[in-house]
């Protein structure tokens, strides 16, 4: 099997998981308990918050343990503000996408910013809302799921707190963490990210929050993570999480560079009269979105999958609609919408696998444009 759907989830590290297999054993303990293996439980999560602080350069912020990206998304939209206009883009992930229609359910002015043909979000529309709104909250995504854009929040946020520094900036970047080169600044003051989508295990998440920012818990318990977030924290998960998100940070700039070399060789193999490409110049090595012109994507992604390489078709969480409203939202007609499929590489795809699947995938569509036609 060629695995090629790593923005969907990741393999999880064997080194990350044999690491952490003593919080599974013999450090079973729960971390709220005030005996010395409680205290040692509690320790270790303290020292994963100050790991993944570390990665994000970020002094002033602390981090909250979730069950997933969505969590996170979720905690971050409905636990900071209850008021006023919230704004964000056509390109977000359904994680916040349709928490945002949740806030329209329940009587809050929302707004969805458009996009550029690329999939990031058009900053000048952006901006012109703020400065025309009593805006609350903002959330813009990071890295963009399904085209792999890379919005520049760092420069957002700081420009929208020009506009109104007391408007709360969210961004999603789960698709970011761990995979490019970047430090999130003070102006940014919540942030989403996920293990799953870095070797790490499903059922893992954090908010990472800008101290002093109130938050009213969206899960109430027994009071863990400061009284944030309830419930007894998955250890194991979240010491998986610190140790891929080291192997990934120790790495960085290397597998950043070796996958965008993949992509490169992935985008020269591609036969062009077949294939139009969605993403990006500029967009995140890991992502690369395609379509083949005039077929349906999901058509090709099953014929793949029988020649066993697994590719993504549009976003996995909205695989039951026809077209994905992200790419729609970047501006292309139904004969390119129809065909869409993502590519989504991992620093362990080998060259061989890419040449070996660009070229079934040539063959793959080639064949099924002839059976179209006849
Ligand atoms: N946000 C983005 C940008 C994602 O790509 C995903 C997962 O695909 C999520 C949020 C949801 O993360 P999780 O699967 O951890 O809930």
């Known amino acids: 099997m060629i695995y090629l759907d790593n923005a969907a989830t990741t393999k999880p590290s064997k080194v990350a998981i044999e690491k ?13 308990g005030l005996y010395q293996g409680g205290l040692f439980c509690a320790n270790e999560i303290k020292k994963a918050k100050e790991s993944i602080l570390r990665n994000l350069g970020c002094v002033n912020n602390e981090v909250i343990f979730t069950s997933c990206g ?3 998304d979720n905690t971050a939209i409905f636990s900071v503000v209850k008021r006023g206009v919230f704004v964000t883009c056509k390109g977000e992930h359904s994680a916040v996408h ?64 020009s506009i109104n520094s007391k408007i709360i900036f969210h961004s999603d970047g789960v698709q970011a963490y761990g995979k490019i080169p970047y430090k999130i600044s003070n102006d940014i003051d919540l942030y989403s990210i996920s293990a799953h989508k870095i070797n790490g295990l499903k059922g893992v998440g954090a908010l990472i929050k800008k101290k002093g920012l109130h938050l009213s818990p969206y899960i109430i318990g027994g009071g863990q993570e400061n009284g944030l977030r309830s419930g007894t924290e998955n250890v194991f998960g979240i010491k998986v999480f610190e140790y891929a998100s080291a192997e990934h940070y120790n790495n960085l700039l290397e597998n950043f560079n070796y996958v965008n070399s993949l992509k490169n060789e992935f985008i020269n ?3 062009k009269t077949n294939f139009a490409i969605i993403s990006g110049e500029n967009s995140s090595p890991y992502i690369l979105t395609i379509s083949a012109k005039g077929l ?35 501006g292309y007609n139904e ?3 129809d065909g869409v499929i993502r590519i989504s590489f991992s620093a362990e795809n080998t060259l061989d696998e890419i040449k070996n699947s660009v070229s079934i995938i040539n063959e793959t569509v080639e064949n099924l444009k002839g059976i179209l036609n006849k």
């Open 98 to 161: 349709k928490s945002f229609l949740e806030l329209k359910n329940r009587g809050l002015k929302i707004e969805f910013i458009d996009l550029n043909e690329d999939g990031s979000v058009n900053v000048d529309k952006l901006l012109n809302f703020c400065f025309n709104n009593e805006v609350n909250f903002v959330s813009i995504m990071h890295v963009n799921n399904e085209t792999g854009a890379i919005n520049d929040i760092n420069s957002i946020a700081k420009q929208i707190k």
């Open 20 to 32: 952490a297999l003593v919080f599974n054993e013999e450090k079973f303990f729960n971390p709220s």
């Open 269 to 271: 193999g591609l036969n």
């Open 335 to 337: 004969n390119i919408l």
């Open 296 to 330: 349906r994507g999901e058509v090709v992604m099953h014929s793949l999958e029988e020649k066993g390489i697994i590719v993504g078709n549009g976003s996995a969480c909205s695989s039951k609609n026809r077209f994905s409203r992200v790419i729609e939202a970047c």
């Open 70 to 72: 969505t969590e996170s």
